[in-house]
């Protein structure tokens, strides 16, 4: 996580950035378009997460999605991490860092083209795949920060349509609970393995399943983990649930 959200800043300098943290979170947005846009082979990116929705606080990441030329894929993702460290040393050197994830969940255009022509059966196959799952989520609210030829703008607006479809909303449910199912089983043998290091671990993963299910079951987003926990309590109390906290 320290190699996505940089570094640290002293109280002082935290503070000079609280007191204009939107105008240098939209000025990074600017900076970060100018830094990648340029990459040969790069088609498009979504600008994700709560500064692609419109609802940034003040420890926003940038959230962005690319998307890649079919034929270059590995070497404009090494070019745009290159860029990415430089423009994170750049933030962190002004007093306070702007995390900055790029990369991670990545496209190239005839998988966009394939997901955007899907049919009811070829989603539920391509929401099987990680990149997807969690992209659709992350991408939801999103838009179209570069755009070559139309396909980005259409991607942005593909994830806010089917995040709460009821197909997905359906598959998410049962991914969830499988995944409980499996953190709780892991729990168990490392209990019995006299593993409680292991043991805790899995059950932490165990809770936030049963808190992600519930938020799904909400019409909810997870939105960050990080912030889960308080989320989770204030929503469950607003659905009348407050004693599942």
Known sequence: MEDVLGGRADSIQFQAFLDDWEAILARRVDEALTTFRDVEGLHGLVLAGSVGRGDPWPLSDLDLLPIYGDDALDSVAAEIDRRRRILLARWIAEGWWTGLDIGRLR????????????????????LGEDRWYYSLDKGYGGRALFDVDGLTTALAAW??????????????????RQELHVAVQQCDEAVHARDPLTGTMQLREAVKWVQTWHLEQWGHRDNSLGRLGTRFAVLAKAHGTAPLA
Do not use: G, I, N
Not at 159 to 176: D, G, I, K, M, Y
């Open 159 to 176: 994830f806010t349509a089917h995040r709460f479809s009821p197909q997905v909303v359906a598959f998410r449910l049962a991914r969830e």
């Open 107 to 126: 496209f190239t255009r005839s998988e966009v083209e394939r997901v955007l022509e899907a049919d009811e059966a070829m989603r539920r196959e391509v």
